[in-house]
């Protein structure tokens, strides 16, 4: 398993790899950018599949692009190599052995060890044409990971303590430039990985097949809001924070800053109509703090506040 | 004393119903306290974890991993909460 946050130039990084059998599976927003940079390979896009039986295959995208390349090696080409290069952070994908995919309209996760790439590489190369909505959304979703693992009931003492030391290197952070973005996106969903999520994410997997909005976009909404619910509905959340040394005021500060308001009125009325599936989400169900058929109302009320 | 006690008593078998029927989503009349851990679907492994979480809100008591694994059924978590000093009499 390869870690490689070294930013060095793509085309170094991939110099093993052959045009003969390999192909570079990328993002359609991201295509022309990765022919400049790697003008001797061969290239599919997004919408494409790989040829089952290829040697390699490197993959250049999002989280939803990799966990499809994931996917696709893990049940049709399990023996072809995957490498994995995001070009933004928050999921974390490149490097758990965790897979999203829609099945009968609701986002369900494969887990699987054998998902996991062979390796994967970091690089700055595409940041300059993300939008930086999209950067920050990231940091939002390696929040969400990280604090969803922190206070997680399956987390041991020693991952929750790990977990703290993240969410403290993650607020020092102020921006949403820094490459170190993918180290922390990593190391979050690798502590989710061996604890468990929560209620954000059991409300991101439910809405995003009915809204069309993405994971990222929905963690990064719901990531304030259910900080306070559990806060407000349980003493273990401040208790927690306290054990651990981490600064519940800077944490509230932090997570507000990716709460859209407008956005978050204009889903209401979803959140009502599919909180009856929200509590039977998995991930709900094992939220630090118990989420009732009832908790939905504390969501319209912080609203109106 | 009497009306005392009759309160103690009627709020933790309450609290605990509104727990139970919370977690697994329970239809009205489906709960009572001989309800087995086999006749709810939901009471799976994330049940467990949920019970635990809720027995911690409502009773401030932390069940061991062991404990929440071995329960049978409602009675089993009445039997754990009184040995812990909560009472249902």
Redesign the interface.
């Known amino acids: 398993m390869g870690f490689h946050l070294n930013n060095i130039p793509l085309d170094e990084q991939l110099q093993d790899v052959s045009s003969n059998n390999a192909v570079i599976w990328v993002s359609s927003p991201l295509m022309e950018r990765a022919k400049q940079l790697l003008p001797e390979l061969s290239f599919i896009n997004s919408a494409e599949t790989p040829s089952v039986g290829l040697g390699t295959v490197v993959v250049i995208g999002g989280g939803s692009l990799i966990d499809k390349a994931k996917l696709w090696r893990h049940r049709s080409s399990p023996n072809t190599k995957l490498i994995a290069v995001p070009s933004i952070w928050g999921s974390g994908s490149e490097g758990n052995g965790i897979a999203l995919e829609i099945l009968d309209g609701a986002k369900k996760p494969v887990v699987d060890e054998s998902l996991k790439p062979d390796s994967y590489y970091y690089t700055d190369q595409f940041l300059d044409i993300t939008p930086d909505v999209l950067k920050k959304r990231g940091v939002g979703d390696a929040f969400s990971h990280a604090l969803e693992a922190f206070f997680s009931?399956?987390a041991s003492p020693q991952l929750r303590g790990m977990s703290a030391e993240l969410l403290k290197d993650m607020l020092k952070i102020k921006g949403y430039e820094d490459i170190k973005w993918f180290e922390f996106s990593l190391l979050a969903s690798q502590y989710q990985e061996k604890s468990s999520v929560g209620l954000i994410h059991g409300i991101a997997h439910t809405l995003e097949p009915c809204t069309g909005l993405g994971h990222a976009e929905l963690c990064s909404l719901y990531l304030y809001p259910v900080l306070k619910f559990n806060s407000e509905?349980?003493p273990?959340v401040d208790n927690f924070f306290l054990e651990y040394g981490l600064n519940k005021e800077e944490m509230f500060q932090r997570t507000s800053d990716f709460f859209d308001p407008k956005t978050f009125a204009d889903l209401l009325p979803k959140l009502k109509e599919y909180w009856p599936l929200i509590?039977?989400n998995?991930l709900s169900?094992?939220?630090?703090?118990?989420v009732?058929?009832?908790s939905v109302g504390w969501f319209e009320e912080f609203f109106n506040e | 004393m009497e009306t005392i006690n009759l309160g103690v008593e009627m709020s933790n078998k309450v609290k605990l119903q509104d727990l139970i029927v919370d977690v697994f989503l329970l239809e009205d009349g489906e709960y009572s306290e001989n309800l087995k851990k086999d006749d709810v679907p939901n009471w799976d492994s994330l049940g467990v974890v949920s019970v635990a979480v809720g027995v911690q809100e409502a009773f401030g008591y932390h069940m061991t991993p062991e404990e929440a694994m071995s329960l049978t059924g409602v009675s089993d978590i009445i039997k754990i909460l009184e040995k812990n000093g909560i009472s249902f009499e």
């Open positions: 009931p399956l509905n349980s273990k509590i039977r998995p169900r094992v939220n630090s703090v118990l009732r058929a009832s």
